[in-house]
Each structure stands twice: as C-alpha cells, then as structure tokens.
C-alpha cells in the first residue's frame, strides 16, 4: 500500500533544500540583490518596481523570505487539488519518497512580484513531475503549455508585500516564453555569478556560469 494512502494528503510534495545548503541560497541571493540594486541599468527601470513613483527601491527589503526553501513538484491542496490524489499515489512518488536527490540552480530572476531560482530537472528528476504542470499555467501564462516539461522547476527565494509564492512559476514561465519566442532580452551586464539580462516589465535574468548544485530530499510539506 502507498505511503500517501494512509496518511491525509500533503499542502504539497517537493524536494527541499537541506538546511546548512538554505543558508548558502539566501546569501547568494541576497548579495545578487544588492548587486542589481547597485546597477545603473536597474535604476533605469526602477518605477517598475515602485509601481511607476521615482522613488528608491531596497531589493533586500521589497522581498520577503517564504518559509523553508524548497522546489514544489506537485501543489495537492491536502488533496482538493486537481490531480493531487492521483500523483500521491503514483508508485515512483511512494519509491523516491524520503530519497536524497542533487537540484541544479541555473539562473535567478527577479520580478516586481517575484525572486526565485530556476531549476534545471534532470532525467532522473523529471519522473516526479507532473506531465501538466506548464499546461496548468497556460492561462496566466499563455504560451506556457508549449514549454519543455520541467520549466516551471523553481525555488521562491522571496515575494514581494501581498504575493502569494504560486507566482514565483508563472514569472519564470514568463520570461521562458519570451526566450522561446526568440526575445534574448537586453544584454544589461557580465557579473561575476553569470550573465544579467533585462526582458521588460521589470523582469531580471541571471543566467549563472556555474549551476549552484544542492542536495535536497524529495518529501512533502503539510502547510
Ligand atoms: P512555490 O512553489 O513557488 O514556493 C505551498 O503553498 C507551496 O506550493 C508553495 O511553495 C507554493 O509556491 C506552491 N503553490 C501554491 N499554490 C500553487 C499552485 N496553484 N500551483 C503550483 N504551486 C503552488
């Protein structure tokens, strides 16, 4: 018998970022911020952020930190969610349940809304997503459906006074149909994490040069 059918549904399944490996994140996110805070380029586009007023934004306070850092692979809603019983009791999400797996950070980006971390899936990860996680954002996101499995694998490093962390995805699902459609973005700076690049509307993409490697355990989260 699965492990899920006997216990109530989780708020939500995922792979979570080992505590020691948390700290490490939010530094390197927190310093990314003072660094795109410091650049001219940002304050350019600073009304994005002050919802149009010229005034000053302090990145490092506009976000707030969200709970225990974490990628989300399925959202069960303690099951009222569409899908949810149906993925908790899928035989590889009751095998890798507990298992130890190592997530690839590849990029940070920054939103109005949003800061997160893009994950990279491999094969091996892939198996725990579900096959309509991007065409479930096809809505607020359109062009999302047609998006490689797996885009929308991210880790809310922050959200901004009233944001709910489910946006974090669909800003990162926003900036990858831009990049589909072909939009590089404006080539804004070569930091020392990686390239920055500018796609509007107050959108930010650090593409890193080396992909942050951190072990997470694939569990589940009750609130
Ligand atoms: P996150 O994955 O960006 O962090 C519990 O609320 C977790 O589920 C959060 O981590 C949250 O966002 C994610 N979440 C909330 N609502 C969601 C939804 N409708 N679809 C996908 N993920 C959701």
């Not at 699965?2 to 708020?11: K, Q």
């Not at 990314?32 to 650049?39: E, P, S």
């Not at 040069?209 to 989260?221: D, K, L, N």
Request: proline letters at 4%.
């Amino acid at each position: 018998k699965g492990l899920h059918e006997e216990m109530s549904i989780p708020l939500y399944f995922g792979w979570f970022l080992l505590p020691t490996i948390q700290e490490k994140v939010r530094c390197t996110s927190m310093d990314f911020l003072k660094t795109l805070d410091t650049l001219e380029a940002f304050k350019k586009h600073m009304t994005d952020f002050a919802g149009g007023a010229e005034k000053e934004v302090d990145l490092e306070q506009y976000f707030k930190a969200k709970g225990n850092l974490h990628c989300t692979t399925k959202f069960c809603d303690y099951g009222r969610a569409q899908g949810a019983k149906e993925y908790a009791e899928k035989p590889v999400v009751n095998e890798l349940y507990g298992s130890a797996f190592e997530l690839s950070l590849t990029a940070l980006f920054v939103t109005p809304r949003t800061v997160g971390a893009r994950v990279s899936l491999s094969e091996e990860q892939l198996v725990l997503w579900p096959a309509d996680a991007e065409k479930e954002a096809e809505a607020a996101v359109p062009g999302a459906a047609s998006l490689a499995l797996g885009s929308r694998a991210h880790v809310t490093l922050g959200c901004a006074e009233g944001v709910q962390p489910v946006q974090t995805g669909l800003d990162l699902l926003e900036i990858l149909v831009l990049q589909q459609e072909g939009q590089q973005g404006e080539l804004v700076e070569e930091m020392e994490l990686g390239t920055l690049a500018y796609y509007g509307k107050g959108r930010w993409l650090l593409s890193l040069r080396e992909p942050i490697c951190v072990p997470a355990c694939f569990s589940s989260g009750y609130r």
